[in-house]
Nanobody, 123 residues
Framework: QVQLVESGGGLVQPGGSLRLSCAAS????????MGWYRQAPGKQRELVAT???????NYGDSLKDRFTISRDYAENTAYLQMNSLKPEDTAVYYC?????????????????WGPGTQVTVSS
């Protein structure tokens, strides 16, 4: 199995910055894509950003100018740098990873979610 652990959430004032981290561990053969999603109270989970093994990034609407996703391939870790935070960015942020799992005798696909980290933007 693959475990994802997020860190870096917290309380920040409007206009501030936070950097989230997501570390993947387990019997990982390869990670094809890592990403961040968020869910605010009463709303559906939405895409924040993803990054593929090849470095291709994809962002949710209107987030690319403030958020940057990056990845440390050697450490199976993804980062989300969030700048100019707004109260509407308040949500639980979830890490997601898709790839291939190494099990005895074979490789199988996986898709895992982290438990989430709270980001609150408030004065």
């Amino acid at each position: 199995q693959v475990q994802l652990v997020e860190s870096g959430g917290g309380l920040v004032q409007p206009g501030g910055s936070l950097r989230l981290s997501c570390a993947a561990s387990g019997n990982i053969f390869s990670i094809l894509k890592m990403g961040w999603y968020r869910q605010a109270p009463g709303k559906q989970r939405e895409l924040v950003a993803t990054i593929t093994r090849g470095g291709t990034t994809n962002y949710g609407d209107s987030l690319k100018d403030r958020f940057t996703i990056s990845r440390d391939y050697a450490e199976n870790t993804a980062y989300l740098q969030m700048n100019s935070l707004k109260p509407e960015d308040t949500a639980v942020y979830y890490c997601n990873a898709e790839g291939e799992l190494l099990q005895t005798g074979h490789i199988s696909p996986f898709r895992s979610w982290g438990p989430g980290t709270q980001v609150t933007v408030s004065s």
